[in-house]
């Protein structure tokens, strides 16, 4: 006697395979791969007590049709690949003519990996303009150990790359706030620069931005020709804090005015916020470790953390 039958193990080859922890990006997106799994998997169920395979084909486990969806991953093409820094990359994916993302500010979309054969999920934010029009652009940071970096550091022109969403995102409206500062950490500064563009592109909006990006050193800072260019704008301050940088002779006289050496610590944020012109709404985007130290000395000076938005 056949210990399963042949239409069981049809049924448990079609079952939806529980997400491991590493496919979670971790980033609270909706629907979560776990909320995925638990809606397939229930769909998978009524189809068994029914024995209709049929009602299975709805699941879509990836698309093709170059519309980004929070619940199913999407193809899209690499276009081009640029090495900003010795361990950061800025990629550009094709969209099919003149389609945008249409994402709102800030939002970030979720990339799928596998790698050695374990399949891993991380949040990136596009940082192309929101109007960008038959492509998108990610600013992504390589780590030497990390299993996504693995996968993401082989990719070139041509290669097809998943991707779901979009998810999170800041509900920015024009001139809601007097002064936005931002508060960012390496790559972190990816979700500030397309609230930076719709306010420089939008010449009703007179909300104020003062930007501190933290990097280790001057030539680890990512995009210089864009924040020099967005900081011509009569409302945007652009400062720098530069960890690794004993002494700021070496800069170019353009950043030295606006480049602070050492960490960016309670001292250095009371300045900071003293110098806002008006009293600021705050954005962080870095490390755990770095946001909540941030919203630590943002509260020593005196900003209330329903001030603060931390991505």
């Not at 004993?246 to 960016?264: A, I, R």
Request: glycine share 6%; hydrophobic share 35%.
């Amino acid at each position: 006697l056949q210990a399963m039958s042949d239409s069981e193990q049809d049924w448990l080859a079609l079952r939806p395979q529980e997400p491991s922890p590493s496919q979670c990006c971790g980033s609270g997106c909706q629907p979560c791969i776990y909320d995925v799994y638990e809606k397939e998997l229930a769909q998978w169920e009524r189809a068994k007590a029914m024995q209709d395979k049929s009602l299975l084909m709805g699941k879509k486990e990836q698309s093709s049709n170059s519309e980004l969806n929070p619940d199913t991953f999407t193809a899209f093409s690499v276009s081009s690949v640029e090495q900003l820094t010795e361990d950061t990359y800025q990629y550009k994916f094709e969209l099919p003519g003149k389609s945008s993302l249409r994402l709102s500010l800030g939002q970030h979309i979720v990339l799928r990996g596998v790698v050695n054969g374990l399949e891993v999920q991380r949040a990136y934010t596009p940082i192309s303009p929101r109007n960008a029009e038959g492509y998108f652009e990610v600013l992504i940071k390589c780590y030497e150990a990390g299993l996504m970096s693995q996968y993401i550091k082989t990719w070139k022109r041509g290669d097809v790359v998943f991707w779901r969403g979009p998810f999170g995102g800041f509900p920015y409206q024009p001139n809601k706030h007097g002064e936005l500062l931002m508060l960012a950490s390496g790559t972190g500064l990816a979700p500030m620069i397309p609230i930076l563009q719709s306010i420089t592109d939008d010449e009703e909006d007179e909300t104020f931005v003062t930007l501190v990006g933290c990097f280790p050193t001057f030539d680890k800072i990512y995009l210089k020709p864009l924040l020099q260019d967005l900081a011509r704008y009569w409302n945007i301050r652009i400062f720098y804090v530069l960890s690794q940088e004993s002494s700021l002779e070496k800069l170019p006289q353009s950043y030295q005015e606006n480049t602070y050496t050492g960490h960016l610590n309670e001292d250095l944020m009371k300045t900071i916020v003293n110098s806002c012109r008006r009293k600021p709404f705050v954005l962080i985007c870095g490390s755990s470790a770095f946001n909540e130290d941030m919203s630590r000395y943002l509260k020593s000076a005196g900003i209330e953390e329903d001030s603060c938005f931390v991505f």
